[in-house]
Nanobody, 125 residues
Framework: QVQLLESGGGLVQAGGSLRLSCAAS????????MGWFRQAPGKEREFVAG????????RYLDSVKGRFTISRDNAKNTVYLQMNSLKPEDTAVYYC??????????????????WGQGTQVTVSS
């Protein structure tokens, strides 16, 4: 069992930066692939970034490549999403999610078993 708690969201002007954190509890965090998803009002939830258990593999939504960076610290049971050059279209509730142990970085909701409650990111123009 893994419990996830996001933090770091807020209101920022376009061009600004935020760093989201996701603190995990549970023994399987270090072996889980972790993902960040987001859901804007009226839209479906979409994959943003993911990282495998060893940090050797990362994947990103095309529209955030070069602006967002996912990382993890297994000693701290925490995964991060550094978001730079934010745009109004990045406004959404951001969720972190965890797969079962030793899975690849998934791009789909159903590949993740555990979800946080979400943190709001609002980018003003």
């Amino acid at each position: 069992q893994v419990q996830l708690l996001e933090s770091g969201g807020g209101l920022v002007q376009a061009g600004g930066s935020l760093r989201l954190s996701c603190a995990a509890s549970g023994r399987t965090f270090s072996s889980a692939a972790m993902g960040w998803f987001r859901q804007a009002p009226g839209k479906e939830r979409e994959f943003v970034a993911g990282i495998n258990w060893s940090s050797s593999s990362t994947r990103y939504l095309d529209s955030v490549k070069g602006r967002f960076t996912i990382s993890r610290d297994n000693a701290k049971n925490t995964v991060y999403l550094q978001m730079n050059s934010l745009k109004p279209e990045d406004t959404a509730v951001y969720y972190c999610a965890a797969t079962p142990p030793f899975r690849r970085v998934g791009l789909r909701d159903h590949e993740y078993d555990y979800w946080g409650q979400g943190t709001q990111v609002t980018v003003s123009s």
